[in-house]
């Protein structure tokens, strides 16, 4: 079973978009900040891609990514931006090149980037260090 | 002793600064309210965005209201609305979660660590009705404000607290903040007025009473009250002795030299009888260093310069050279205020000192509150004439023929200051155009009544004094000495 971690701090679009991937078959779980979801991503079982909101109280999307990037295994991480940042350049630069779903978004749009981007690890997984090393 | 002022953060919402006096009590709290689609969303992001143009910070936090995403994509219509200040200078963020879970205590948690982290000088609360519905009590939900209210303070972070009417007549957290604005909608009939209402600006004095807007491209623009924004007039009134054309040489003679300048002349008569006409004469007598403005409400410019050249008066060269301005509103739900704040503007603009107004009805046709006429146009029309400004406008009276030669409204004083009526008279089987001044203030007139002919390329020639009949202002003539017999019959 694939584990989604949803980052996103409404939480009725939250709660709307973790039933919508469940009877897609994913099994979800909800942060409502950066903070929290850095939380979730200590517990295991680790996730298997991350949908992040990038406007959130306590801890924004960008400063979890740039923890995210500190940690090898969270690096590897495979993460799509949702974001109703309507500026490319905008989100350029705070999503670091990330995939990008705006805001409103459908649940097939999602869907189709997230086997997308699920397929694209499978095939070229992003070296993390060996744990047991 | 020097007292000490209140800082205040500017709205940049068109007429609303003047209407607080200078914007909003910096670092306090400020509750804006009023039921769904009035656009109080709408003013707390144009607020945001006008503080952030001038450097500021806003964190915006939504408890239950419309979505992030569907917000932006409203607000990208409107033109405050600049993407690229997203994120670094304007974040959105949900608090419902917090309070879902931690009540009002993990929302003023939230609120406090979030403003710190987003070094926020603005703090948008939208939807404080959900903060409310969680409070187990009146004062838990004062507590929660007082709390808001020393973070504000402390953080040098002026608040904005999004809320719908509940229907209470007090509730608690008026008590305690600094400034409560209201916007609500009037309905007369058919139509609706939008209107915002000052309950509350602690530290200044404020414009109060009724204020219409309207939600624009561009966001909300106030109409401040033309009887409280100008009950000061904003140029000292002086003397003006001078005499000024009409345009119409028989009727300057009649008047002895002209129209008294800076005064209010209104030109009545029933439909086609060559109101507008005189009135292009008066604005063909502008010149550059007394420019003159149309402003009307039933031709549309090209109409107008076009009748303006079958009157020989060259319009649309005074129009190309700046001379002339001509200003036309469309017929429909015009608002009272939004109109006469117009006028004011395009007077400023060019520092205009002859006016034809075309016609006056426009202006009683987008008035909701029959009421206010008097007021309203005795204000507006003494900053005009403060302003140097003559005034000409045109009314329509009912009746083609008829008995009455009495202003179609009451109330309307202060805009009969000199009156010229003219009428068609019923004589020798022919309509005939007459033309009679009623009343010129201070200055001695012709009283009498005297015939006149609107002449290809030449306009308006006032001709002889009509002789041996009487009754001429009631429409059918007689003649002299046979008050009961008809002239012809």
Redesign the interface.
């Known amino acids: 079973m694939t584990l989604v971690l949803v980052v996103e701090d409404e939480p009725l679009i939250a709660m709307a978009l973790e039933a919508a991937l469940q009877d897609a078959g994913f099994v979800v779980s909800i942060a409502s900040n950066g903070k929290q979801a850095l939380a979730r991503l200590a517990e295991q079982p680790l996730a298997d891609i991350v949908l992040l909101d990038m406007m959130m109280p306590v801890m924004s999307g960008p400063a979890m990514l740039e923890m995210m990037r500190e940690d090898p295994v969270l690096n590897a991480i495979p993460v799509i931006i949702l974001s109703s940042l309507p500026l490319e350049s905008t989100l350029a630069r705070v999503g670091g090149g990330l995939p990008v779903i705006r805001k409103p978004y459908t649940i097939k749009e999602v869907l189709r980037v997230m086997r997308s981007e699920l397929d694209r690890a499978a095939r070229s997984p992003k070296q993390a260090p060996d744990p047991s090393a | 002793m020097t007292l000490n002022r209140i800082e205040r953060v500017p709205s940049g919402v068109q007429g609303l600064d003047a209407i607080l006096h200078g914007g909003f009590a910096r670092g306090g709290i400020h509750i804006l309210q009023g039921t769904p689609g009035v656009g109080k969303t709408t003013l707390a992001n144009q607020i945001s965005y006008h503080h952030a143009v001038g450097g500021g910070r806003v964190l915006y ?2 408890l239950l209201s419309e ?4 917000m ?2 409203n607000l ?1 219509t409107m033109s405050f609305f600049e ?2 200040r ?2 670094n200078q304007i ?8 309070l ?1 879970s931690e009540g009002l205590q993990g929302l003023i948690t ?1 609120l406090r ?2 403003i710190v ?1 987003h070094q926020a000088t603005v703090l948008v609360l939208d939807g404080l009705v959900a903060a409310q519905d969680s409070a187990a009590s009146d004062t838990e939900f004062k507590t929660f404000i007082q709390e808001l209210q020393t973070q504000s303070a402390l953080q040098d972070c002026t608040t904005f607290l999004l809320t719908t009417a509940k229907g209470r007549r007090v509730p608690p957290e008026y008590t305690m903040v600094d400034g409560i604005l209201e916007l609500g909608e009037t309905q007369r009939g058919s139509r609706i007025e939008r209107a915002l209402w000052v309950r509350k600006h602690r530290g200044s004095d404020f414009m109060p009473g009724r204020h219409t807007y309207r939600i624009t491209d561009a966001g909300l623009v106030i109409y401040p009250r033309i009887e409280v924004a100008y009950h000061e007039m904003t140029h000292a009134d002086q003397a003006w002795p001078d005499k000024i054309s009409t345009g119409v040489e028989g009727l300057d003679a009649m008047l002895l030299g002209g129209l008294p300048e800076a005064t209010i002349t209104g030109i009545v008569g029933p439909s086609g009888v060559g109101k507008t006409s005189l009135g292009v004469h008066f604005i063909g007598q502008s010149r550059p260093t007394e420019p003159g403005l149309i402003f009307g409400f039933y031709e549309t410019p090209p109409r107008l310069l076009q009748k303006a050249a079958s009157l020989g008066v060259d319009l649309k060269s005074a129009v190309d050279a700046g001379t002339v301005e001509v200003l036309w509103q469309p017929c429909g739900e015009n608002v009272q205020d939004a109109l006469a704040h117009r006028l004011l503007r395009a007077v400023e603009r060019r520092h205009v000192r002859r006016v034809l107004l075309d016609g006056l009805g426009g202006f009683l046709e987008a008035s909701l509150e029959p009421e206010r006429i008097g007021r309203f146009f005795a204000v507006l029309t003494n900053e005009l004439k403060a302003r140097g400004v003559s005034l000409l406008y045109t009314m329509e009276t009912r009746d083609i023929f008829g008995s009455s030669v009495e202003m179609p409204v009451t109330g309307i004083s202060s805009l009969v200051e000199n009156l010229i009526a003219l009428r068609y008279v019923e004589h020798d089987s022919r309509a005939r155009r007459l033309l009679a001044i009623l009343k010129l203030r201070d200055s001695g007139f012709d009283p009498g009544i005297r015939q006149f002919v609107i002449q290809d390329r030449r306009g308006i020639v006032v001709q002889d004094e009509f002789t041996g009949l009487q009754r001429l202002l009631s429409g059918s003539a007689e003649r002299s000495g046979s008050p009961t017999a008809r002239e012809g019959t």
């Open positions: 936090v939504t979505t992030h995403a569907r932006l994509l990208g993407p690229d997203l994120f974040s959105y963020i949900s608090g419902f979660g917090a879902q939230l660590r979030d982290a």
